[in-house]
């Protein structure tokens, strides 16, 4: 079982940063994926990233690229999404999910995160 713990959501007006933190515990095998998506009201989660463990693939979604950053503190098994120039559709609720494998599609993932709401005014 693989727990994670999501941080860092809140109010920013457009233009602004935000950066999320999901930390993982429990079983996680030596090498692994952890993908941030997000959800807004009415919509179906959507993906925004993905990194595996060791850092080495990385994949963004169109609509984040070159304002989005994912990275990861392995020490503390922790990743994180740095959110630049935000927008106002950026707004919804971000989950953290942890596969075994690099995936886009929320359906794969095995384990999800709490979310965290980030609202951004205009």
């Known amino acids: 079982q693989v727990q994670l713990v999501e941080s860092g959501g809140g109010l920013v007006q457009a233009g602004g940063s935000l950066r999320l933190s999901c930390a993982a515990s429990?079983?996680?095998?030596?090498?692994?994926?952890m993908g941030w998506f997000r959800q807004a009201p009415g919509k179906e989660r959507e993906f925004v990233a993905t990194?595996?463990?060791?850092?080495?693939?990385?994949i963004y979604a169109d609509s984040v690229k070159g304002r989005f950053t994912i990275s990861t503190d392995n020490a503390k098994s922790t990743f994180y999404l740095q959110m630049n120039s935000l927008k106002p559709e950026d707004r919804a609720t971000y989950y953290c999910?942890?596969?075994?494998?690099?995936?886009?599609?929320?359906?794969?993932?095995?384990?999800w995160g709490q979310g965290t709401q980030v609202t951004v005014s205009s």
């Open positions: 999910g942890y596969s075994t494998f690099t995936t886009m599609s929320a359906s794969l993932i095995q384990y």
């Open positions: 429990g079983g996680t095998v030596s090498t692994y994926a």
């Open positions: 990194m595996t463990s060791s850092g080495r693939s990385i």
